[in-house]
Each structure stands twice: as C-alpha cells, then as structure tokens.
T-cell receptor
C-alpha cells in the first residue's frame, strides 16, 4: 500500500545533540513538507521541498535542516541550535487533486529533550 | 496578519446541535482549500475539500467565499465522535506551491 512513513514514533534527545527524523513516501509525490505542532497549537511549517535537490524555508526554519536527495525521502535534522525542540513533528507529501492539492501525513514523531 | 486564521475555540456543543466554523485567509491568490480533522495526538486526516459551489458530505457542509476570503464548515446533528480539532488548509499558487494550515478549532460535543 502506498503511504508516508515517519520514524521513529518517539525520540528522546539530550541537550546539545543533533537528531534526524525520517520521512519516506512511496506515493511518487513531488512535494514534501515538515511541520511542528506544540501542545494545543496548530501546525507550523518548518521546511518544504517541491522537487529533488531543492527546498525552501518555512515559517520556523531556524535550528532545523533538511535534505532532499531522493524523491522518496525528506529527512529533518533538529540541531542543537533549536532551543526548544520538544514537540510533535509531522511530515506530509502533497498531491494535486483536481484543481487543488491534498496533503497526506505520516503518523508523526514525538521528540522530547531530556 | 496570519495567512490562515481560525478561532481556536473550544466550541462546546450538545449532541444533536449544529455548529459552524469559519476560517479566513489573507492571500487572494490562494488556490485550493480543505478541512482536516485531527484527533488528540494523531496526524491530521482529510475531512473534505472546499469548492466555490459548496461541498456536502452527509452531516458536513463546506463552503468557500472568495470575495470575503473565508471558508466555512457546518456540522449538523453533532455526534460525540465529532469531538476533535478541525484544521483549515489553504494552498497558494506560484513558483512554489505552499500548503498552510490554520491553528485549528477545537470542538467538544457533550452528551
């Protein structure tokens, strides 16, 4: 079955460490996105990529980095420069649907700094 | 001004009630619109698309008003299982198509 997979589901990080969150899709979608969600709040865009080897900063890119070496994969690295990384991270891929687009989500990664 | 704005709620309504949410967007070139539902600690899932002509799916009706730049979601005969956060999603055209989420409106249906 086609879908979008995030791993791990739960991740614990020590302060000062970089961690990488995985996002893989086999839907053949060109566009992929990373969002952050804090408790009781909405989704905020971190980075997005429309094509391989290209990506754009979203609204809260500071302290994060991404790569898009393959169409299927869009990993997100949370660096030590991100001062408050504890949050729920969602990856999405986007498909054109009629005149618009539909976003498909992974199940999310819950990152906790310990 | 935020690109997409929603009243965060919570909206507390009794079972069987009708409830409506609005979502405003600032980019007049926005191309497509959706409502997503998010249950607690889960990923958002598509509820329905929003078209200028209106879109109805059972108890749910979505409308788009391009002139006033808002979309709406109407839920009739609310069920306990409708309790969730409803996210408004807007995509913009241009060189990079950007998908922007509202912060969500929380609905709690009370027995």
């Amino acid at each position: 079955d086609g879908g979008i997979t995030q791993s791990p589901k739960y991740l614990f990080r020590k302060e000062g460490q970089n961690v990488t969150l995985s996002c893989e899709q086999n839907l053949n979608h060109d566009a992929m996105y990373w969002y952050r969600q804090d408790p009781g709040q909405g989704l905020r865009l971190i980075y997005y990529s429309q094509i391989v080897n290209d990506f754009q900063k979203g609204d809260i890119a500071e302290g994060y980095s991404v790569s898009r070496e393959k169409k299927e994969s869009f990993p997100l690295t949370v660096t030590s420069a991100q001062k408050n990384p504890t949050a729920f991270y969602l990856c999405a891929s986007v498909q054109r649907r009629g005149l618009g687009t539909e976003a498909f989500f992974g199940q999310g990664t819950r990152l906790t700094v310990v | 001004r935020k690109e997409v704005e929603q009243d965060p709620g919570p909206f507390n309504v009794p079972e069987g009630a009708t409830v409506a949410f609005n979502c405003t967007y600032s980019n007049s070139a926005s191309q497509s619109f959706f409502w997503y539902r998010q249950d607690c600690r889960k990923e958002p899932k598509l509820l329905m698309s929003v078209y200028s002509s209106g879109n109805e799916d059972g108890r749910f009706t979505a409308q788009l008003n391009r002139a006033s730049q808002y979309i709406s979601l109407l839920i009739r005969d609310s069920k306990l299982s409708d309790s969730a956060t409803y996210l408004c999603v807007v995509t913009s055209s241009g060189g990079y198509q950007k998908v922007t989420f509202g912060t969500g409106t929380k609905l709690q249906v009370i027995p």
